[in-house]
């Protein structure tokens, strides 16, 4: 019975792994300082505990989650050439990586309808989405994401895995794992499709209606300057949800594709998108801007205390 995976990284790289790991060391390190000062900066500025901004924190913690599940390993495998990867871990792979991915699915829905509440019914923004409701979504959502992640693990890793340990890809996913079991994987590729189908496919729907909404809410402002802050939240969203929603279609609606189109998708999704998510709402949001100022000034003023 296989105890450990061996995993083979990046078809057709042979000879660029030092160029390979600077790269991606660098993504790493730039998710981790964007997302960390976006998350610190919520917390330390009290006029950013609205809404938005609970969910733009949870959206930060699940950045650093889902980039840091499969990058550590990545870059030892380049670096070191470590392959070999623990049953265990790559059962953690495998739910970490299908419970952050769904909870960011769900938290960008649930972000498009906090928008359309603030845009179609300003004047009960508050009162709808007041502590008690954003917890309830939020919670929904961490919760659901564990359930689904539950079910596609536990029916990957009680199948029996007794012959080739080498899994074709750069971390344990589903898809890659499955192909070297000594069993018919038929119930477990089914239920992967339709939960991995189901939800984002849900997401959409919802997103799709909330931004019909919006949309229509917009065109009907009298001000043109309200049209605009509306449109630049927005943009911000939709920009994000298909930096997301993309690589992750191309992935699993399309696991025949070549290893030379997924991988890349992956990576993208993995390592790209987490990174350029903080500077995509930061660069178009002022009030983000000021409280990472706040937060600077107030880190200078310690560093002198301390001198």
């Known amino acids: 019975m296989v105890t450990h995976f061996i995993l083979l990284g990046i078809p057709n790289t042979g000879g660029l ?8 060391l660098a993504f790493y390190l730039c998710m981790l300082l964007g997302n960390l000062l976006i998350f610190s900066a919520i917390l330390a500025d009290a006029h950013l505990h609205t809404p938005m901004y609970f969910f733009l ?6 950045d650093l989650g889902f980039s840091s599940i499969s990058t550590p390993k990545f870059l030892a495998n380049l670096w070191a050439k470590s392959r070999t990867i623990s049953l265990g871990w790559c059962m953690s792979q495998v739910f970490f990586n299908h419970f952050l991915g769904s909870t960011e699915c769900l938290l960008f829905t649930v972000m498009a309808y906090d928008r359309y509440v603030a845009i179609y019914h300003p004047l009960h923004y508050l009162l709808i989405m007041n502590h008690r409701v954003c917890a309830l979504l939020a919670t929904g959502t961490w919760i659901a994401s564990a359930f689904n992640a539950t079910i596609l693990t536990s029916l990957t890793f009680t199948l029996p895995y007794c012959g080739s ?3 074709e890809y750069f971390f344990c996913d589903i898809f890659p794992v499955v192909k070297l079991a000594c069993a018919d994987t ?11 189908g189901v939800v984002p496919m849900t997401c959409f729907l919802l997103l799709l209606a909330s931004y019909v909404r919006i949309i229509y809410s917009v065109l009907k402002m ?7 802050e509306a449109a630049s939240t927005c943009v911000s969203h ?11 279609a191309l ?13 890349p998708g992956q990576i993208f999704g993995n390592m790209v998108t987490p990174m350029l998510n903080p500077a995509i709402y930061t660069l178009r949001n002022k009030e ?3 409280a990472l100022r706040n937060l600077r000034g107030a880190c200078l003023s310690l560093r002198v205390r301390i001198c």
């Open 17 to 24: 792994q030092t160029i390979l790991f600077i790269t991606f």
């Open 57 to 62: 924190c949870n959206l930060s913690i699940v």
């Open 165 to 167: 340990n080498v899994v």
């Open 186 to 196: 038929y119930v477990v590729k089914t239920v992967s499709f339709t939960n991995i």
């Open 222 to 228: 009298n001000s043109a300057e309200g049209q605009r």
């Open 238 to 248: 939709l920009v994000v949800v298909t930096l997301f929603v993309g690589p992750c």
């Open 251 to 263: 992935v699993y609606t399309q696991p025949q594709l070549s290893k030379m189109l997924v991988t």
């Open 288 to 290: 983000v801007k000021a």
